[in-house]
């Protein structure tokens, strides 16, 4: 267990269109979770006493939707501009005059417990601490489309969030503000108080989503493991015309036996898929004892997995398949395997691998009782 964080109240400020980003990014997806959901994650696992969530009007249903499941937080509405929604959610805040408390952006959602804790420890010998980057482009100003002047960096840093204040300094200076302008952060309202700010170390990981592009620069700063699952599958001949293997159907004398088309490819492709994800077995999501999936097409199986694995923010890097069987020949029929199985999956077709090879005549697969596939599939997943 981490060392305890002294005891904290959070705000995470939620109230923004984010037009820039296209409209409504608090509730966009970033690895399968709302963006929204990130930080207020981050501030309960750390311990935080209270959560108060800064929402746009009307935005009840889509919050709760976001942080279903979680308890510790509570909604606010804000206001049109920003320092007004982080004034209504300080008069949600009923804590000591001494209580710090965060004040977060909810569109830098990579919040870490290590800045939690920074910001915190930054608290007892100022009035603020804020977490800030130093700037290591060279900064130029722009004329008409041309390179002016450079402006000089040095002593420039980049402000991130969440800032902490003691709860009656940030409303106590909130409520000296007389500015004709509206304040972009609460640094800049405690300074013009009279209050000092303390720099901590920033994260770049707490970048702000604030264009498009950003969505998928953060995609890539999540922290993710590699894991790999593997699938079995047999299925018994029996009469028939047709065979379905991996996704492709195949004229041939017999057919296999079983409650869906049978497709033993498809089976032990979505064992292998569930399997990496640590998620059961193809029977626990679809019992052979429902009559939905009598003779149900297999792709479905297939498509459900992956979309298990997509809802947990997972990728799918690469699969393999190895179908075991005296007859048909698949050789003839890989490349269609293999495309099919490249169209569900959402993958490249050199990250599909479909393969086969007999039992020279020995076992149950030799005897032509019935055929085999073994299937093994390459994931990521956020850790
Ligand atoms: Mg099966």
């Excluded at 000296?176 to 405690?190: C, I, M, N, S």
Aim: charged share 25%.
């Amino acid at each position: 267990m981490p060392d305890a964080l002294p005891a904290f109240s959070a705000i995470v400020v939620a109230a923004g269109s984010g037009s820039r980003a296209g409209g409504g990014k608090q509730w966009r997806r970033l690895a399968g979770k709302p963006v929204v959901r990130w930080s207020v994650e981050a501030l309960l696992d750390a311990g935080a006493q209270d959560v108060v969530v800064v929402t746009p009007e009307g935005a009840d249903i889509e919050l709760a939707e976001a942080l279903r499941g979680l308890s510790g937080w509570r909604a606010v509405t804000g206001g049109t501009a920003r320092a007004d929604s982080v004034r209504n959610g300080l008069l949600a805040i009923d804590a000591a005059d001494v209580h710090p408390v965060l004040i977060h952006d909810a569109a830098r959602p990579l919040l870490s417990r290590a800045i939690i804790g920074r910001v915190l420890e930054g608290l007892p010998d100022a009035d603020g601490a804020l977490p800030a980057l130093p700037v290591a482009d060279s900064l130029r100003r722009a004329v008409d489309g041309a390179v002016g002047d450079t402006v000089d960096r040095e002593g420039l840093w980049r402000a991130q969030t969440p800032q902490a204040f003691r709860l009656r300094t940030i409303r106590d200076a909130y409520a000296a503000w007389t500015g004709p302008e509206t304040p972009t952060d609460e640094a800049t309202v405690v300074q013009r108080a009279g209050g000092r700010v303390r720099i901590v170390e920033g994260d770049v990981r707490l970048t702000k989503l604030t264009f498009a592009e950003d969505f998928a620069m953060a995609e890539q700063m999540i922290p993710r493991s590699v894991r790999v699952g593997q699938g079995f599958d047999a299925h018994r001949w029996g009469p028939g015309e047709s065979v379905w293997l991996c996704g492709i159907e195949i004229p041939h004398d017999q057919t296999l036996i079983g409650h869906s088309d049978a497709d033993a490819g498809l089976h032990a492709l979505t064992d292998a898929l569930l399997g990496a994800m640590g998620d059961g077995d193809i029977g626990d999501h679809f019992p052979p004892t429902d009559p939905r999936w009598k003779g149900a097409a297999s792709d479905q199986f297939l498509i459900h997995a992956v979309e298990r694995l997509t809802a947990r923010g997972g990728r799918l890097l690469n699969v393999d398949v190895t179908l075991i069987c005296e007859r048909p020949k698949v050789k003839p029929h890989r490349q269609a395997m293999r495309e099919r199985l490249a169209e569900i999956l959402g993958l490249p077709l050199d990250a599909v691998s479909v393969k086969a090879t007999t039992t020279e005549a020995m076992g149950f697969t030799g005897r032509g009782e019935g055929l085999a596939a073994q299937a093994i599939a390459t994931i990521e997943l956020p850790s």
